[in-house]
């Protein structure tokens, strides 16, 4: 069954600011991909054997590794300001901290190209185990976080992704900043959970709610250089971005990833993306859904055989119509 992402709709000018004169993406500049000198397994984190069966794959997150050459961290800076100076899309929720304007896959054919990137994705599966594929919905699929004037406005919050897999890419030299470095909770769902005095569901819509956490389980990341990042399975891992301690163009670049096999369930959080601030997120979503179903359509006429017992096509059909469900709940709601 291919996994292919479906193919980028780009929408009009009229709905997202177009950015001008913006370089063109070379994967051959702008890249600079180096394997990560170790990952950390979801085991690590207490998560029992139950749990991670249910996963796509055991994989957490990784060390810091090099994704964009110094070249491409400058040209991704420099695309995230001019972003950022055009677009009104801020972020919906109130409790977020940190500015995060949507939409920069539609506004900047580089950030578009770049998050799109086949070696990018190759590579990024390569890590993981397993076929990851661009998020279809390019409102959660690409973003630039930006820090607040205000250092005391950069307490972010601790939260786990509403999507399955991302990589979190710093833009300027993380050296310059005080404070300001990626942070992430040793600890599972279930336990920060109970610790805060919420159920698990609540804690994947609790974005800017969370306060400090006991520090002997907090771990800061050391970012080498601007166009480092790291890859996890944000939907597990709690993170935040550490508030900064004097005021600094603290500039993150996220880009949004998940299993190009429809098999694995949908982990996409619609309950907490359908707050964000974007005129396309809703059909997106629906456009979202629909491929997934078409993928599994497509494994009832090619992949399966037909010697295949009538329970295994009735099991593909059932999700399939679950998908459709979802989509159709969306738009009559």
Not at 168 to 176: F, G, K, Q, R, T
Not at 209 to 223: H, I, M, R
Not at 258 to 279: A, H, I, L, Q
Request: hydrophobic share 40%.
């Amino acid at each position: 069954m291919s996994t292919d992402a479906p193919p980028f709709l780009v929408n009009s000018p009229g709905r997202f600011p177009i950015i001008e004169d913006e370089p063109l993406f070379d994967a051959d500049r702008h890249l600079s991909l180096e394997m990560p000198s170790g990952t950390i397994t979801l085991d690590a984190f207490g998560y029992d054997e139950s749990t991670i069966e249910q996963c796509p794959t055991d994989f957490a997150m990784t060390t810091p590794f090099s994704v964009l050459s110094p070249e491409g961290a400058k040209a991704m800076f420099e695309v995230g300001a001019a972003f950022r100076s055009v677009s009104t899309l801020t972020e919906g929720n109130p409790h977020a901290a940190y500015i995060k304007p949507r939409g920069s896959a539609y506004s900047s054919r580089f950030v578009r190209d770049l998050w799109s990137c086949t070696r990018l994705s190759e590579f990024f599966s390569d890590i993981v185990g397993i076929k990851l594929i661009p998020h279809p919905m390019p409102s959660a699929g690409a973003a630039f976080i930006f820090a607040p004037q205000d250092p005391a406005r950069t307490n972010q919050g601790w939260h786990l992704d509403s999507v399955g897999f991302t990589c979190i890419i710093a833009l300027n030299d993380p050296s310059e900043l005080e404070g300001g470095a990626f942070q992430y909770y040793r600890g599972t769902g279930e336990e920060i959970a109970a610790l805060i005095g919420v159920t698990k569901e609540e804690l994947r819509t609790s974005v800017g709610q969370l306060g400090e956490l006991p520090a002997d389980n907090v771990v800061n990341v050391a970012y080498g250089r601007a166009g480092c990042g790291l890859l996890m399975q944000g939907n597990h891992i709690l993170h935040r971005g550490e508030p900064l301690r004097a005021s600094a163009p603290r500039t993150v670049f996220a880009m949004s990833y998940m299993v190009g096999d429809v098999k694995c369930p949908d982990v996409t959080n619609w309950r907490e993306m359908s707050k964000w601030n974007s005129p396309t997120l809703r059909t997106e979503f629906v456009r979202h859904k629909a491929w997934r179903t078409k993928r599994l359509l497509e494994q009832l006429t090619i992949d399966l055989s037909l010697d295949d017992d009538a329970s295994t096509y009735e099991k593909v059909i059932d999700l399939a119509l679950a998908e459709l469900a979802e989509a159709k709940n969306e738009l009559e709601r």
